[in-house]
């Protein structure tokens, strides 16, 4: 039973576009999301989180938006550049906790020139 | 280091096999996780260490499988009599305790597992 779902394992977006990768979780104690990204042969680097309090946190080209009652987060990247190709994971947590996070199965972005 | 290293890199074994796999963690992280990740698979967790002890071992597949962190700060994953099914990247990752951290985690690059 997964209980961090992305369900488009794949995403190929023009350079200077946005990007939307979407994530749901069925687990309603979750309270603290976290995006991931993973190149190649590479572990997974973090790269923006939200908690339950918020609705939208942005870093840069890169915010995340929380629908507490669709259970539902996307990850947007504003302009989308061909550095960005990558494999992104969604995360789930309880926080303060230090409890285990538990992901998706990844969407994979491609950012064509 | 600054980051999570992991050693070894890539592993090739025999089926049947015993194998160790290391991690050392960011220094002054107290919790430490092990993460499996599958081919086409998000990470899956395995256990997760809070200094010595083993606060959830729950994700450990079976008995095959242990870890263990004397000190506080390296840690083990340890497998026994492997199966093919057992290849797969093993992450590792640390992060800071309290809720300040946000229970964000930092990976390391990973231990390539395979069984042959």
């Known amino acids: 039973d997964q209980q961090v779902k992305q369900n488009s394992p794949s995403l190929s977006v023009q350079e200077g576009r946005i990007s939307i990768l979407n994530c749901d979780y069925t687990?309603?104690?979750?309270?603290?999301f976290l995006w991931y990204k993973k190149y190649p042969a590479e572990g997974p680097t973090f790269l923006i989180s939200?908690?339950?309090?918020?609705d939208k946190n942005e870093d840069g080209r890169f915010t995340v938006f929380l629908n507490k009652s669709a259970k539902h987060l996307s990850l947007h990247i504003v302009p989308s550049q061909p550095g960005d190709s990558a494999v992104y994971f969604c995360?789930?947590?309880?926080?303060?906790?230090?409890?285990?996070?538990?992901f998706g199965k990844g969407t994979r972005l491609s950012v064509i020139a | 280091g600054a980051g999570v290293s992991q050693t070894p890199s890539n592993k090739v074994t025999e089926k049947g096999k015993y194998v160790e796999l290391r991690c050392d963690p960011i220094?002054?992280?107290?919790?430490l996780y092990w993460y499996r990740q599958s081919l086409g698979q998000g990470p899956e967790f395995l256990i997760y260490?809070?200094?010595?002890?083993?606060?959830?071992d729950s994700g450990l597949p079976n008995d095959r499988f242990f870890a263990v962190r004397p000190e506080g700060s390296v840690s083990t994953l340890k497998i026994q009599r492997t199966e093919r099914g057992d290849s797969a990247v093993y992450l590792c990752?640390?992060?800071?305790?309290?809720?300040?951290?946000?229970?964000?985690?930092?990976f390391g690059e990973g231990s390539w597992l395979t069984v042959v």
């Open positions: 939200i908690s339950s309090i918020k």
């Open positions: 687990n309603s104690m979750f309270d603290y």
């Open positions: 220094s002054g992280h107290t919790a």
């Open positions: 995360a789930a947590s309880k926080l303060g906790g230090n409890t285990p996070l538990v």
């Open positions: 990752a640390s992060s800071e305790t309290g809720v300040l951290s946000g229970n964000t985690i930092y």
């Open positions: 260490f809070q200094g010595t002890g083993a606060a959830d």
